[in-house]
């Protein structure tokens, strides 16, 4: 089965930028999706389809993905931004498709 | 506006059964993938199971051959059958409207099997 890993925990000052990181094997021929969960409430989607944003989500927020690595950047972090991210892809080439998750990233600001 | 609630968690013994309730709001479940997706304590996002709108079902190694999800158009309602559950069953289960991403999530219910 297709195994992405992220990087436990981030800590970054406020102002600072952060990037959590997503690996899998040629996640780069994949669409990458992340959300953000805070304490006790559900995923939001932050970053879908490797780069675009949902309306209300901030700029600050932004993805890439290339190669075996997708990443997420969040640009002038402030305190609000602490929560736990998660990278996700459906995985086309398991028969049938499923959608994995990430090990998840814990963001301390 | 879409919106998802799930009910039927509780504390429920090894071996034991439940069924998870999902009713949606805003739009039709048999229009779209709905999904369930659980978090264990203090862990990460693990995809249980899928309906496609055609019916189709596919489920996680983990669950497969225990759980069973299904759909009630008439009330606009996804359910998830439980049944032989594990103290690794224990877990925050949403329900969540996806085709590639997962757009709308409910609050979740939280399953605890314990003796």
């Known amino acids: 089965s297709y195994v992405l890993t992220q990087p436990p925990s981030v800590s970054v000052a406020p102002g600072k930028t952060a990037t959590i990181t997503c690996e899998g094997n040629?996640?780069?021929?994949?669409?990458v999706h992340w959300y953000q969960q805070k304490p006790g409430q559900a995923p939001v989607v932050v970053i879908y389809y490797d780069a675009d944003r949902p309306s209300g989500v901030p700029e600050r927020f932004s993805g890439s993905n290339s190669g075996n690595t997708a990443t997420l950047t969040i640009s002038r972090v402030e305190a609000g931004d602490e929560a736990d991210y998660h990278c996700q892809v459906w995985d086309s080439s398991s028969d049938p498709p499923l959608y994995v998750f990430g090990t998840g990233t814990k963001v301390t600001v | 506006e879409v919106q998802l609630m799930e009910t039927g968690g509780g504390l429920i013994q090894p071996g034991g059964s439940l069924r998870l309730s999902c009713a949606a709001s805003?739009?039709?479940?048999?229009?779209?993938?709905m999904n369930w997706v659980r978090q264990a304590p203090g862990k990460g996002l693990e995809w249980v199971s899928v309906l496609y709108r055609g019916g189709s079902t596919y489920y996680a190694d983990s669950v497969k051959g225990r759980f069973t999800i299904s759909r009630d158009n008439s009330k606009n309602t996804l359910y998830l059958q439980m049944h032989s559950l594990r103290a690794e069953d224990t877990a925050v289960y949403y329900c969540?409207?996806?085709?590639?991403?997962?757009?709308?999530w409910g609050q979740g219910t939280l399953v605890t099997v314990s003796s």
């Open positions: 969540a409207r996806a085709i590639r991403y997962f757009d709308n």
């Open positions: 805003g739009f039709s479940v048999s229009d779209v993938y």
């Open positions: 040629n996640i780069g021929s994949k669409s």
